[in-house]
């Protein structure tokens, strides 16, 4: 069992940057063996893949719409997640949410996720 709170949402204008965190406990398994993803689900939409990482800190995954302005990054240590998100844009705006599996094949892949965070909100402003 693996769980996941989302922070560091919140209201900010457009080309301002926010970092996300995600903190996780896990009852079995160990933080680094998940594969982290961040999905995003704007009103009226379909959640979104976001961003993802395996165990190894070079093998990430981005959509396309955030390619170069986000980052994710992982502390193992901390049991932690995060993503760094620049350059924001109005269209960034969805509640975020943190997710968990501990094998997936694609990981750009939201329905292979086994756990889910309640998510953190993003307004971006123009």
């Known amino acids: 069992q693996v769980r996941l709170v989302e922070s560091g949402g919140g209201l900010v204008q457009a080309g301002d940057s926010l970092r996300l965190s995600c903190a996780a406990s896990?009852?079995?398994?160990?933080?680094?063996?998940?594969?982290m993803g961040w999905f995003r689900q704007a009103p009226g939409k379909e959640r979104e893949f976001v961003a993802a990482i395996r165990h190894s800190f070079s093998n990430t995954a981005y959509a396309d719409s955030v390619k170069g302005r986000f980052t994710i990054s992982r502390d193992n240590a901390k049991k932690t997640v995060y993503l760094q998100m620049n350059s924001l844009k109005p269209e960034d705006t969805a509640v975020y949410h943190c997710?968990?599996?501990?094998?997936?094949?694609?990981?750009?892949?939201?329905?292979?996720?086994?756990?889910w965070g309640q998510g953190t909100q993003v307004n971006v402003s123009s």
């Open positions: 997710a968990a599996v501990s094998s997936i094949v694609d990981i750009t892949l939201r329905n292979g996720y086994r756990y």
């Open positions: 896990a009852s079995g398994g160990t933080f680094s063996s998940y594969i």
